[in-house]
């Protein structure tokens, strides 16, 4: 069974930093993609950052470019969003999500960055 | 930047009548489409995935269709499980854009 345990959300100032990590089981981490998405409260999806495997290519959302950096370990089977220069509309669920795998997508429980004074 | 777009952004809907639900892209996809469903709480539940098939474990009252621009979301005989907010997200090409949501309510 496929499993995405994310961590590392928490209470930060503007202008912080916060390391999101998504721990995954039940798959061949290394041989897929990888992603993060996140739900500011009350609103929609907005997709954040991929990271193929091997890291051969990553990219971003505009709203992120430049201040967050997504990575990944494949020998601890870890997912990694370092956000950078936080601000008010980072405030958010975090989610790491899988690509499509044995016909399905994966969803972790999520992590919540709330950046506020 | 491909934009999309859902309507409507409410849909009030009996149980067990049937509900459609409408996702345009800004330009072409192709198929690369997909649906979700979020509850509230949750984390989203892919239901369709390349615009017309069913994930696993997805009743076969969820439907999807379309290609290109237009795409429809299709419930029959909505449960009450049914009632929730949901997305379309097109996997085109970068960054991977999700529509704004449509609410599925109980009339």
């Known amino acids: 069974e496929v499993q995405l345990v994310e961590s590392g959300g928490g209470l930060v100032q503007p202008g912080g930093s916060l390391r999101l990590s998504c721990a995954a089981s039940?798959?061949?981490?290394?041989?897929?993609?990888m992603n993060w998405v996140r739900q500011a409260p009350g609103t929609g999806l907005e997709w954040v950052s991929h990271?193929?495997?091997?890291?051969?290519?990553?990219y971003y959302a505009d709203s992120v470019k430049g201040r967050f950096t997504i990575s990944r370990d494949d020998a601890k089977n870890s997912l990694y969003l370092q956000m950078n220069s936080l601000r008010d509309e980072d405030t958010a669920v975090y989610y790491c999500?899988?690509?499509?795998?044995?016909?399905?997508?994966?969803w972790g429980q999520g992590t919540l960055a709330t950046v506020s004074s | 930047e491909i934009v999309m777009t859902q309507s409507p952004a409410t849909l009030s809907v009996s149980p067990g009548e049937r509900a459609t639900l409408s996702c345009r892209a800004s330009?072409?996809?192709?198929?690369?489409l997909a649906w979700y469903q979020q509850k509230p709480g949750q984390a989203p539940r892919l239901l369709i995935y390349?615009?017309?098939t069913r994930a696993a474990g997805i009743p076969a009252r969820f439907s999807g269709s379309g290609s290109g621009t237009e795409f429809t979301l299709a419930i029959n005989s909505l449960q009450s499980e049914d009632f929730a907010v949901y997305y379309c997200?097109?996997?085109?090409?970068?960054?991977?854009?999700f529509g704004p949501g449509t609410k599925v309510d109980i009339k």
């Open positions: 330009q072409s996809i192709s198929s690369n």
């Open positions: 990271i193929t495997s091997s890291s051969s290519a990553i």
């Open positions: 999500v899988t690509p499509l795998i044995d016909y399905s997508v994966h």
């Open positions: 997200q097109q996997y085109y090409n970068w960054p991977r854009i």
């Open positions: 390349g615009a017309s």
């Open positions: 039940g798959f061949t981490f290394s041989n897929y993609g």
